[in-house]
């Protein structure tokens, strides 16, 4: 089991940039593949970025890719999310999640097992 708590959300304004980071607890935390999801009042939860076990592949939601980096520090039992040039289209709760299930680099918010308690992020125009 792990246990996930994000940080680094808040207030920006468009073009600007913030970084979320997802801290893990317990000692297997490479055992998971590591997944960013976000949220909107009245909408489902949707994928955004996920990295592997080891961190040497990632996967990206169309809506961000080239814009948001996932990476992991299986060191610090941490895993990041560098948001650049945000829209007010990403304005959303974000959350991490773990997967212990799969190898794969997995979209479906209900393949994942472990959810943290979500971050704000809110982009003015």
């Known amino acids: 089991q792990v246990q996930l708590v994000e940080s680094g959300g808040g207030l920006v304004q468009a073009g600007d940039s913030l970084r979320l980071s997802c801290a893990a607890s317990?000692?297997?935390?490479?055992?998971?593949?590591m997944g960013w999801f976000r949220q909107t009042p009245g909408k489902e939860r949707e994928f955004v970025a996920a990295?592997?076990?080891?961190?040497?592949?990632?996967s990206y939601s169309d809506s961000v890719k080239g814009r948001f980096t996932i990476s992991r520090d299986n060191a610090k039992n941490t895993v990041y999310l560098q948001m650049n040039s945000l829209k007010p289209e990403d304005t959303a709760v974000y959350y991490c999640?773990?997967?212990?299930?799969?190898?794969?680099?997995?979209?479906?918010?209900?393949?994942?097992?472990?959810w943290g308690p979500g971050t704000q992020v809110t982009v003015s125009s």
């Open positions: 999640a773990a997967d212990g299930a799969s190898w794969s680099l997995r979209v479906g918010a209900n393949e994942y097992q472990y």
């Open positions: 990295v592997s076990r080891s961190g040497a592949a990632t």
């Open positions: 317990g000692r297997t935390f490479s055992s998971y593949t």
